[in-house]
């Protein structure tokens, strides 16, 4: 008995590295655990995602105990074979082949109606389900030699960043899964596009790398765009992405938004205002006395044209003058002279490294609601708690 719950508590778990041009047998250890009821963890070009035998009720059960997931939120199938479909979903509309043809493999997952075949703790009761082609050797692979269906949340704790790397999934679940495969780091960044066709008006309901834009773009078929998140979400809100109604993204730091502004000088003093600010907060808020020497961390998360012309000596002494805070900084900067990807690929490794050097406060610039801008601001104001 004591043996069996230790055994339950503490799974040994192995890091699995693999090339580009991996050899197959190095996952079939995996796969095989994995068909038969056990979790692993795969990178997927999206985001690292924790899988499961979708067939299998007891392993999907343990998906959402050893991320500490609500019950009422679903999870997405993720498929290699278009001759799958039908077993997870009927009724499958013309609209679903034609946006698979154009972007499957790929980050986008779609919500159609349910088989019953998939047991119903995978859509939390829904009458639809999530289904996904990843587009990534390893997890193409991986679902392929299981030769089962795989449910596959992001592989992060509920409530927690997203993981980007195999590192992310080892902070938040070794010592819960057998096995995390480490494909390197993860080529988007952020979780797949979801949209769903189980409507009249086909809506994105989480926006992603691929856009309403894009789609029509390519395939001249009309979505509606995600329709930016209501503030003050009731307790008993029902979205239509279930997952929509949980903080998400949050690393341990207070996250702020660093909002545009095209005068670069006046968004810098917005910055510096904004930290000040935080200081004196926190000087209140604790009853602390101000001339008791201080020491605070802050990572900034920043486009590179503001990172430039960012003077850190000058942003420390005003700070020690005003608060008496000793002000650590950790700057790390993104390009975005060609959009927001840049800032989207590495916002959920730069809130996991900031939490590492114990920041508390992470400041991130805001990018323009296009591309994959809507993404990157979509999940950064899940993370955050105000805008300066
Ligand atoms: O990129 C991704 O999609 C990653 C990788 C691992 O594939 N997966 C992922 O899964 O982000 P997860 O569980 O973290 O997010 C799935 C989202 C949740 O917000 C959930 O509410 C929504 O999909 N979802 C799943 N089934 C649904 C359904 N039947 N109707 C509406 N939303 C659904
Ligand atoms: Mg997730």
Redesign the pocket.
């Known amino acids: 008995m004591k043996k069996q719950l230790m055994s339950k508590q503490m799974t040994k778990t192995e890091l699995i590295k693999l090339d580009p041009d991996f050899d197959l047998s190095l996952i079939k250890p995996a796969a095989a655990a994995l068909r038969s009821g056990e979790l692993v963890a795969f990178p997927?070009e999206?985001?690292?995602?924790l899988g499961a035998n979708a067939f299998c009720e007891t392993a999907v059960k343990r998906v959402f105990e050893v991320k500490g997931r609500p019950q009422d939120?679903?999870?997405?199938v993720?498929l290699s074979k278009f001759e799958h479909l039908s077993e997870i979903s009927i009724n499958i509309p013309q609209i679903a082949y034609d946006l698979l043809e154009v972007f499957a493999p790929g980050?986008l997952?779609l919500?159609l109606p349910?088989s019953d075949l998939v047991p119903e703790i995978v859509?939390?009761g829904?009458s639809?389900?999530?289904i996904?082609f990843?587009d990534n050797s390893v997890a193409r692979a991986l679902i392929e030699l299981s030769g089962v269906p795989i449910v596959?949340?992001?592989?992060n704790l509920s409530g927690r960043p997203?993981p980007t790397q195999a590192w992310h999934v080892y902070q938040d679940l070794a010592g819960k899964i057998p096995y995390i495969l480490d494909g390197g780091t993860c080529a988007y960044g952020l979780?797949?596009t979801?949209i769903?066709l189980?409507v009249a008006d086909p809506v994105i309901?989480?926006p992603?790398f691929i856009t309403a834009y894009d789609i029509k773009k390519s395939t001249g078929i009309k979505i509606t765009e995600f329709q930016a998140e209501q503030s003050g979400i009731e307790p008993d809100f029902q979205p239509?992405?279930?997952?929509?109604k949980y903080r998400h993204y949050s690393p341990r730091a207070t996250v702020i938004i660093l909002r545009e502004n095209p005068d670069l000088a006046a968004r810098l003093n917005n910055l510096l205002n904004g930290i000040e600010k935080f200081i004196q907060n926190k000087i209140s808020a604790n009853n602390l006395k101000k001339d008791n020497p201080q020491e605070i961390s802050v990572g900034l998360f920043l486009a590179e044209e503001l990172s430039k012309g960012l003077d850190l000596d000058y942003f420390k002494n005003s700070l020690h003058r005003s608060t008496c805070y000793n002000v650590r900084f950790k700057l790390e900067s993104y390009n975005n002279q060609r959009g927001a990807a840049d800032a989207a690929h590495d916002l959920f490794n730069r809130f996991r490294e900031f939490d590492q050097l114990q920041a508390d406060l992470i400041i991130c610039s805001a990018e323009q609601m296009s591309g994959a801008g809507i993404a990157y601001m979509n999940r950064l104001k899940k993370a955050a708690s105000y805008e300066i």
């Open positions: 997927t999206t985001v690292y995602g939120n679903p999870l997405i993720h980050p997952t919500i349910k859509s939390a829904l639809t389900v999530a996904r990843p596959a949340p992001s592989a997203s979780e797949s979801i769903d189980s309901l989480r992603g239509k992405a279930p997952g929509q």
